[in-house]
């Protein structure tokens, strides 16, 4: 074996590995959303979770590796490399992705498919309790393909705002602004859910069952960063840089605990408490904005990127609450808002030596008195912005008008484990089980038609929560 092609093994080894760790990233999304949400829909968390992962890796190598990656295309789409066969996925720098010259692209498949995975996992927190099951495949296929466009976009040799030198490490803007984008364009036309705000107009706490499971999924997500970042290096070494990822890991981490200090203070500031989920979200909002800059940044500024990201998530959430867009997991703000900040900040603090050393863009605004990387940036925000909220909105819209995206009141009252799935993912608290614990005491303060045989039709037990 020649030295390069050690160096292929290795860089092999790290990607897939990397891959493995951002799949996790699916179990923290789960047991997030899980916890922000409540009992009667937990097990529609779940289920929704494990079928648009499997979904999307589908739709990816179908078709969007190819839109994504295939070589022969231009500034828009990628022209080759769909439905990829064995000789494909096993070349290394050979068309049609010509551009993994590091890592088989087998390899590269399925690290670009467990990204695709996260974003169409962000969309559905501000959808949460209230949406069709059959919408999360109808727009979980558009919303891959429209991730795969813009991904060509900013991570292709051929991509237009590649040429132009825009700086996206590993996603805040193709991975979580994406995200979050499609989100609200779910949130606006879903409406709010039952109870959310008064008839003054003033919103209601709707409280997470589980908090355990929330901070859980927070810590699994932090875990898997290290490989959604570290792993954009796509290789044991990037430019002159041997165990370049290493330093990525470095920058994310830093990020992630100065997000910690950001939300927990700032709540403190501003709703007088050291709110558990503020703090919370403060750590995935540092998480969400370093993304774009963790290979491009010195350790001062993703601590600096982290703090502000943390205190962006506090204010946010309560902005997009106080604008009647009810967001059960706060993906606009967390996702959104800290992926335009990271995204912005890149162009602000990107070390010269770093964007050199990564062949991506020039030094940002704070080394080099420039403001074209933040104008770079800034339009690759509004081009993106544009089309993926414009695309987003008119498929859903139509979706709405064919057939509905929101369930009927009685089912969400009920909750959509049993009237989506016909089980309950807390059966004790809901209905008698045989060898339950305080079933009996417990059911006396359930509806009457919702306290018969676990074996029960979910239409029946939706018509009688009615």
Not at 397 to 418: Q, T
């Amino acid at each position: 074996m020649t030295n390069a092609e050690l160096a292929i093994a290795a860089s092999t080894i790290w990607v897939v590995l990397a891959a493995i760790l951002v799949m996790f990233m699916q179990a923290g999304f789960a047991f997030l959303e899980a916890g922000l949400t409540r009992m009667k829909n937990v097990g529609h968390v779940a289920a929704k979770n494990v079928l648009l992962f499997g979904l999307a890796s589908l739709v990816y190598y179908l078709v969007g590796f190819g839109i994504a990656f295939g070589d022969g295309g231009n500034g828009l789409l990628g022209g080759s490399g769909f439905l990829p066969g064995v000789d494909d996925l096993l070349a290394v720098g050979s068309a049609p992705f010509s551009w993994f010259a590091t890592v088989p692209a087998g390899a590269a498949y399925l690290f670009q498919a467990v990204f695709a995975g996260v974003s169409l996992a962000i969309v559905w927190g501000a959808m949460a309790e209230r949406t069709k099951l059959w919408v999360y495949f109808a727009f979980g296929i558009v919303f891959t393909l429209i991730y795969s466009v813009v991904s060509h976009w900013i991570w292709h040799p051929e991509g237009w705002l590649f040429a132009l030198g825009m700086q996206d490490f590993a996603g805040s803007t193709v991975v979580h602004y994406q995200g979050a984008l499609a989100a609200l364009a779910g949130a606006l036309l879903l409406g709010p859910r039952l109870g959310k705000y008064g008839t003054d107009g003033k919103p209601n706490a709707i409280p997470g069952h589980n908090m355990a499971y929330t901070t859980l999924g927070v810590l699994i997500l932090w875990f898997g960063w290290f490989g959604f970042n570290a792993g954009s290096t796509l290789g044991v070494a990037s430019g002159e840089h041997i165990g370049y990822f290493a330093y990525v890991a470095l920058t994310t981490n830093v990020a992630a605990a100065a997000g910690a200090l950001g939300g927990v203070l700032t709540s403190w500031l501003v709703v007088k408490k050291p709110d558990l989920s503020m703090l919370l979200n403060g750590v995935i909002a540092a998480l969400v904005a370093v993304t774009a800059a963790s290979g491009f940044v010195a350790p001062w500024a993703a601590i600096v990127i982290g703090f502000v990201a943390g205190a962006i998530a506090v204010g946010g959430v309560l902005w997009i609450e106080s604008l009647g867009i009810d967001d059960p997991i706060g993906a606009v703000a967390v996702h959104g808002m800290a992926g335009v900040w990271g995204t912005l900040a890149t162009g602000l603090f990107a070390v010269p030596a770093l964007a050199s050393n990564l062949a991506t863009g020039a030094g940002g605004f704070v080394y080099t008195g420039s403001l074209r990387q933040l104008g770079v940036q800034a339009l690759g925000l509004v081009a993106v912005g544009l089309f993926t909220f414009a695309a987003s909105y008119g498929a859903l819209w139509s979706m709405k008008k064919l057939a509905g995206i929101r369930v009927d009141e009685a089912v969400e009252r009920a909750g959509l484990d049993v009237a989506e799935h016909g089980m309950w993912s807390y059966p004790e608290f809901y209905i008698p089980v045989p060898g339950g614990y305080g079933t009996e005491s417990r059911g006396a303060t359930v509806s009457p038609g919702l306290r018969h045989q676990a074996t029960a039709p979910a239409s029946a037990l939706v018509a009688d929560s009615s």
